[in-house]
């Protein structure tokens, strides 16, 4: 399958070095890396973390905590620039 992936340039130069210094085509590194990083993170358990609130009741309305960019937007606004 074809696909369109953007990656950091000196990342790229290091990708089509291991390439041509191992003689695989940039595909193939590519894909054994992703192939490599897929199996850690099957032989990983997955961790719960449990976040205790104290007072107020909980996560203002619109705050994603899954969006540290959001977050820290939103903590800008109520404390001003850092």
Do not use: F, H, Y
């Amino acid at each position: 399958m074809r696909t369109t992936i953007r990656l950091n340039p000196r990342l790229l130069a290091e990708a089509k070095k291991l390439a041509a210094d191992t003689n695989r085509s940039l595909t193939k590194v590519v894909e054994d890396a992703l192939r490599e990083v897929v199996a850690r993170r099957r032989r990983q358990p997955r961790r719960t973390v449990s976040l205790t609130i104290v007072g107020g009741s909980g996560v203002n309305p619109g705050i994603d905590l899954d969006d540290s960019a959001a977050l820290l937007a939103a903590m800008e606004v109520v404390r001003g620039p850092a």
